[in-house]
């Protein structure tokens, strides 16, 4: 009997997944319209919330928990958030703008269209997060913990995961612009699949790191110089 082959490793990244619509949740038939009258509370915890067109300016929900909820066109312009928890939430076309959103805490939620600008989410914890098509511009993650999260046809653009703890992470037709990893900690960090890798610094912290062979000749001259090694010819 022929001896049997160990199955290979796969040497593409796997496909990406394809975003839900608001009526595949599983908690879809149970959503209520929000009636805070425009405000949202500290501590405060909300169930099967359906938050729909709603504008927030300057809000103050430090330590809320949003649980099996949707927003969908919903602005936060500015605003505290402090350490709020978002737990199987569903997002679309949500604009966080110059919001903090430090130390917040994220977990089996979906952001398809949305956009993060000048967004301080330092030390945020995400689990099983995804984000399809969403732009993130100025937002700082720095010492966040991100496991299992992918972000999907994205754009990057000075995004700073300085001290970051990164694993399973992917980034399937993203484009990183001026991203930074100083002193970050990758973990099986999927890169293969992202269409630009505009990595400013840090570039001795992608130990753990998965990149194409066209990749690495791209990564090759900021790898030489964050090692000390220097290339000639003569």
């Known amino acids: 009997m022929p001896a049997q082959r160990s199955p290979r490793t796969s040497r593409t990244p796997p496909p990406p997944p394809a975003p839900r ?8 038939e149970y959503l209520q319209p929000f009636g805070g009258g425009g405000r949202l509370e500290r501590e405060r915890t909300y169930d099967t919330v359906h ?5 927030f300016h300057d809000a103050d929900a430090g330590g809320a928990g949003f649980v ?5 066109s919903v602005e936060f312009d500015g605003g505290r958030y402090r350490r709020t928890r978002f737990n199987d939430v569903w997002l679309h076309t949500v604009r966080w703008v110059g919001a903090d959103l ?3 805490d994220w977990t089996d939620a979906e952001a398809v269209s949305g956009a993060l600008a000048g967004v301080e989410a330092f030390e945020a914890r995400m689990r099983r997060v995804t984000f399809f098509n969403c732009k993130f511009d100025s937002v700082n993650l720095r010492a966040a913990r991100l496991r299992d999260v992918c972000f999907v046809d994205c754009l990057l653009r000075d995004v700073d995961f300085g001290e970051a703890a990164l694993e399973g992470v992917a980034f399937p037709g ?3 612009d001026g991203v930074r990893l100083e002193k970050a900690r990758l ?8 269409a630009g890798l505009g990595i400013t ?3 001795d912290s992608l130990r753990g790191a998965i990149v194409g062979a066209a990749q690495l000749l791209d990564l090759a001259p900021a790898l030489a110089r964050a090692l000390g090694i220097e290339v000639r010819d003569d």
């Open 201 to 203: 610094a840090g570039h």
């Open 51 to 55: 938050f729909d067109g709603e504008t």
């Open 102 to 104: 430090a130390e917040t």
């Open 21 to 28: 619509e608001l009526a595949d949740l599983p908690y879809a």
């Open 68 to 72: 099996e909820s949707a927003f969908t």
């Open 174 to 176: 993203s484009v990183l």
């Open 187 to 194: 973990a099986r960090v999927d890169l293969r699949g992202a």
